[in-house]
């Protein structure tokens, strides 16, 4: 899995523009709740990776539906690809109905060997403006890994926590999510290929949905506090139709401690940095 001249990778760009149409932030309402938004309206944060993606046809596709690697991202084949984690700061919200767009740059590539083989890092950076003003800043970290059979793993046990929601995984949430991120991912929604290629018990949950499902568990928990910095890491995959939880508890003034788990312990940790309204 060994990826040639990296170095020629780094410091890549690309730009995408979007229109934040209500039309299809109506569509991901619909998929995760909320009241329905108005030209002007504050985005609920990170709804932005519902937007600006590139346009892939069906023939641009590799057999696990991710669009092939070369254009943008390095071209490393025949491994997985799956979303580590990251961190995002929110300057100010992105606003909907209004023009932005999203400035990408490959920042870092690592190639390193764990107990599941080779495993390549990929860092990259995207900032939205809006307004030419920077509203969000974010590090995605992504890893590719070599294809071998998933292991079973257990991680920490869930803590007490101050507040927490049950999410029912079901596969018109996955099928849903998919839509309204265009991402075509085969392991959200084709079971067949899921437990049969990739080794996974069932349909995997994404990464950014669990994600955006803990950070609207906190802003609804917390009203009274204003999120500027959020930072999360996948420890280990959920799986679908499997409930689990996302909650958070505050671990010392203006950081809270936020995850999602099940019975089988965490699987997606990360922290909040936040600031008192009142």
């Known amino acids: 899995m060994a990826l040639d001249n990296a170095n020629k990778w780094l410091g890549k760009e690309q730009i995408q523009?979007?229109?934040l149409d209500l039309h299809a932030l109506a569509r991901v309402t619909a998929t995760l709740g909320g009241a329905p938004l108005s030209t002007g309206d504050a985005l609920p944060h990170l709804w932005q990776w519902a937007f600006f993606q590139p346009v892939s046809g069906m023939d641009t596709l590799g057999p696990d539906g991710h669009p092939l690697p070369g254009d943008f991202l390095p071209p490393i084949r025949d491994c997985q690809r799956m979303w580590a984690g990251g961190e995002v700061?929110?300057?100010g919200p992105l606003r909907a109905g209004v023009p932005a767009r999203r400035h990408s740059r490959i920042e870092d590539i690592k190639e390193k060997h764990g107990r599941s083989g080779s495993l390549t890092f990929i860092t990259v950076r995207h900032r939205y403006l809006q307004d030419d003003e920077e509203k969000v800043s974010e590090r995605q970290d992504i890893v590719y890994r070599e294809p071998v059979p998933l292991k079973a793993s257990i991680g920490e046990p869930m803590p007490e926590l101050q507040w927490?929601?049950?999410i029912k995984p079901e596969a018109t949430l996955l099928f849903r999510y998919s839509?309204?991120?265009f991402n075509s991912h085969r392991i959200h929604y084709d079971w067949p290929y899921t437990t049969g290629e990739e080794g996974y018990p069932g349909l995997v949950v994404h990464g950014p949905l669990i994600a955006t499902l803990v950070m609207r568990a906190f802003v609804q928990s917390n009203p009274d506090k204003v999120a500027k910095v959020f930072r999360y890491r996948g420890m280990r995959p959920l799986i679908a139709p499997e409930p689990f939880?996302?909650?958070?508890?505050i671990e010392s003034p203006g950081v809270a401690r936020v995850m999602a788990g099940n019975e089988q312990g965490q699987a997606h940790v990360g922290e909040v940095e936040?600031?008192?309204t009142r």
């Open 17 to 19: 523009d979007d229109s």
């Open 89 to 91: 700061r929110f300057n």
């Open 164 to 166: 927490a929601d049950t």
């Open 179 to 181: 839509a309204v991120t």
């Open 245 to 249: 939880q996302v909650g958070g508890v």
């Open 274 to 276: 936040f600031e008192e």
